[in-house]
């Protein structure tokens, strides 16, 4: 089973279903501090949006 050998890869085809696949790759070089003000942009939308920040489970 896929999802014992890869255990977020359930979390990689959720992106990719939820479209956001081209977002993720577009932050991909990012120092940290661009991660960071990238990630509070993402907040701040999903707030205008009705939607909670985003907690992120892993470190």
Known sequence: MISKQYP??????????AGVTQI???AVGLSPRG????SALLDQLRLME???PKQ???A
Do not use: E
């Open 24 to 26: 993720a790759m577009r």
């Open 8 to 17: 977020h890869a359930d979390d990689l085809l959720a992106l990719k279903d």
């Open 35 to 38: 991660l960071r003000f990238a």
């Open 50 to 52: 009705g939607l909670p």
């Open 56 to 58: 992120s489970d892993r």
